[in-house]
């Protein structure tokens, strides 16, 4: 497993932008597919995006795609999450989490197995 710390929330107006950061420990970060799920009051953690450990191939929900993009720096042992044009619904706690899974075609939270202790993000209308 890896530990994972997540950066970068905040209260933002609809149409804003945040990056998310994902600080990782251990030598084999580089090795692990990064994913970013979101869980808002009273539902369940929800898929936002993945990235595979080269960087090579990301997947993204339909509700972000466009707006959103995950990176990686494997030198700096982060992921990012740059969410721009905000919206209300998409007010969250955000996780990151890690996978030793090369592919994921339909990422789920339970392909994870290493997770952040997540990070607030409210968007207001």
């Known amino acids: 497993q890896v530990h994972l710390v997540e950066s970068g929330g905040g209260l933002v107006q609809a149409g804003g932008s945040l990056r998310l950061s994902c600080a990782a420990s251990g030598r084999t970060f580089s090795s692990y597919l990064m994913g970013w799920f979101h869980q808002a009051p009273g539902k369940e953690r929800e898929f936002v995006a993945t990235?595979?450990?080269?960087?090579?191939?990301?997947k993204y929900a339909d509700s972000v795609k466009g707006r959103f993009t995950i990176s990686r720096d494997n030198a700096k042992n982060t992921v990012y999450l740059h969410m721009n044009s905000l919206k209300p619904e998409d007010t969250a706690v955000y996780y990151c989490?890690?996978?030793?899974?090369?592919?994921?075609?339909?990422?789920?939270?339970?392909?994870?197995?290493?997770w952040g202790q997540g990070t607030q993000v409210t968007v207001a209308s």
């Open positions: 990235i595979t450990s080269s960087g090579g191939v990301t």
């Open positions: 989490a890690a996978t030793s899974r090369l592919y994921l075609s339909r990422p789920s939270s339970t392909d994870f197995d290493s």
